[in-house]
């Protein structure tokens, strides 16, 4: 077994090796999201096969692309596609790549996703900012030895999402004219989408938002001293009361069809930091 | 070499079909046999089924073997009612260290045998101040509280979907056909919501009041992996929870296994009038 920051050190050295800049600006996008990749200019892209370390993703929607070049002016890297637990990776190798990324040179992380709605002030297609989040994936991944070098034993998770970040994309929101929510987003392991005792429990418990993605990465982010931005886009209602089943295509299409607002936020975001 | 520990591989359609071959030459062909797993305490409700043959799970590649008292560990084949049966007499539990899909492996094997309807039984503790000891729950719904669940990792489509609809889990005809076997027979049952605790520790006072403002009306260490399974792989299920006791908090006193697995002889003739009425109607 070899310690993570050798792992880290060999991803790196083949991403280096056809490309020297280093971009300050990270972009994890989800389900349905991931075609803003396409749009860096010039587009260096590294399929996930290709970098040691990197597990493959097996889900539909998802690219498994690292893609970096300009994005309205700033260099940037962006994972098109993305690994998640209930794949049957552990914590430590989802959240993997940003980890490279830091080592990349990446200080500011846009965490995006698709999710269900709890709150009922959402709606399909709706933009929601992460202002916190509940992590009810059952485990975290953190667990284990510490590298003191990358970061502390016990982080702070009271901030978690980087307040002038919020206030960054509020702005631009409202700039653009794209109307965008804020809340607290929680996550499940999956990959069966919740049961509607659990969606009320998670209710109670005072979440806004579900999903099965994200969080892992934020706390990792936050380990290794990345401002954070999440951005959940709402693909469906998880209310209780009114569940209508749903299918992973029904997701998907859903965050097609709310990916334009999607990407004008992102790119107005990514062009005010860079 | 990686730093990583090698991706979960979830059991694929061809272990599947291995154990359940085993599984059918040991208990003779059923059609579409009725499965019914028995939960703590209820293993002598297999001495009903009639012309029975079985199998120990440790004749069969990739089941959990339990080693819990009050579960013996064998498939029962035979008749009940009338109609052909699949019984698991005993059941693996995630306390006991099984990977949760290994959990699934009999559920998925039982499919592979034909088992179109599973009826899940188990003890469970109230939560609900309006149960008593002693009563019949029949599972609406459920709630993870163990946050690790048997479709983690690679999924074999030809089993089921990636990701599978978790608000169909219990058979709303099914709970209806056991409310009116209930009521022919007069036997009482309480609806409700199952948490499924990791165990093996039973909850704290606390933890049972938190279980109640979560919405749980019943807490029990079994059925969630198997009920999450058999939905994955495309049965109709329902569970029956018998309240073995109320929980830790509601009543001055201890919690002990002994009393988990000491079933009044009324209790156990509810519940048997109840699983074989519901297998005679189906």
Redesign the interface.
């Known amino acids: 077994m070899i310690a993570v920051r050798q792992a880290i050190s060999e991803a790196l050295a083949v991403i280096r090796s056809g490309y020297a800049q280093s971009p300050e600006i990270g972009l994890i996008l989800g389900s349905g999201l991931g075609s803003l990749a396409d749009e860096l200019k010039p587009l260096h892209g590294i399929a996930y096969s290709s970098i040691p370390h990197f597990p493959k993703s097996t889900v539909a929607g998802h690219k498994g692309m690292l893609c970096l070049g300009k994005l309205q002016g700033a260099d940037v890297v962006a994972m098109q596609g993305r690994f998640h637990y209930y794949e049957g990776y552990s914590m430590q190798e989802i959240t993997f790549p940003v980890r490279v990324m830091r080592e990349l040179g990446v200080k500011t992380l846009i965490i995006t996703n698709a999710c269900g709605g709890i709150n009922p002030d959402l709606y399909p297609g709706a933009l929601m900012l992460i202002k916190d989040h509940l992590n009810l994936m059952g485990g975290n991944p953190l667990i284990g030895p510490n590298d003191d070098s990358i970061g502390p034993r016990f982080p702070d998770m009271s901030a978690a999402y980087d307040q002038d970040l919020i206030k960054l994309a509020e702005t631009i929101a409202v700039e653009s004219g794209i109307e965008l929510k804020s809340g607290v987003h929680s996550a499940v392991s999956g990959p069966y989408y919740c049961s509607r005792a659990e969606l009320r429990m998670i209710r109670t418990m005072g979440a806004d938002t579900v999903g099965m993605s994200t969080i892992p990465e934020t706390i990792v982010a936050v380990h290794c001293g990345m401002r954070v931005l999440g951005i959940s886009c709402v693909t469906d209602m998880a209310i209780p009361e009114q569940l209508h089943g749903i299918s992973h295509e029904e997701v998907v299409s859903v965050a097609e069809k709310t990916r334009p607002k999607f990407e004008k936020l992102v790119r107005g975001i990514v062009g005010r930091l860079g | 070499?990686?730093?990583?520990?090698p991706?979960?591989?979830?059991s694929n359609e061809s272990d599947v079909s291995r154990s359940a071959e085993i599984v059918r030459n040991a208990l003779g062909s059923q059609v579409e046999p009725i499965g019914i797993v028995l939960g703590s305490g209820l293993g002598t409700f297999a001495g009903e089924i009639q012309g029975s043959k079985s199998i120990p799970y440790s004749d069969i590649p990739g089941f959990p073997v339990s080693g819990v008292k009050g579960h013996s560990g064998k498939f029962v084949g035979g008749r009940l009612a009338g109609k052909d049966v699949i019984v698991m007499q005993g059941r693996a539990h995630f306390y006991e260290g099984f990977p949760m899909r290994q959990i699934a492996f009999p559920i998925r094997t039982m499919r592979k045998l034909g088992v179109k309807k599973l009826l899940l039984t188990n003890a469970a503790g109230a939560v609900n101040l309006n149960f008593s000891k002693g009563d019949l729950m029949l599972i609406t719904?459920?709630?993870?509280f163990?946050?690790?669940?048997p479709?983690?990792?690679?999924?074999d489509d030809t089993i089921g979907?990636?990701?599978?609809?978790?608000?169909?889990?219990y058979d709303q005809k099914l709970n209806e056909l056991a409310e009116k076997v209930a009521q022919k027979s007069g036997i009482k049952t309480q609806k409700g919501?199952y948490m499924f605790m990791p165990g093996p520790v039973y909850e704290t006072p606390a933890e049972i009041r938190m279980a109640r403002?979560?919405?749980?009306d019943a807490v029990g260490m079994s059925t969630f992996p198997e009920a999450?399974a058999a939905?994955?792989c495309g049965m109709q299920t329902m569970g029956i929870s018998y309240i073995s006791n109320m929980g830790a908090g509601i009543n001055p006193g201890k919690l002990d296994h002994e009393e988990v697995l000491r079933m009044d002889e009324s209790v156990y003739d509810s519940i048997r009038s109840l699983l074989a009425g519901i297998v005679a109607e189906l």
Do not use: Q
């Open positions: 070499m990686s730093p990583f520990t991706a979960l591989k979830n719904d459920h709630i993870n163990s946050f690790h669940n479709l983690i990792g690679e999924n979907v990636r990701f599978p609809d978790g608000s169909r889990v919501v403002v979560l919405g749980a999450l939905m994955h």
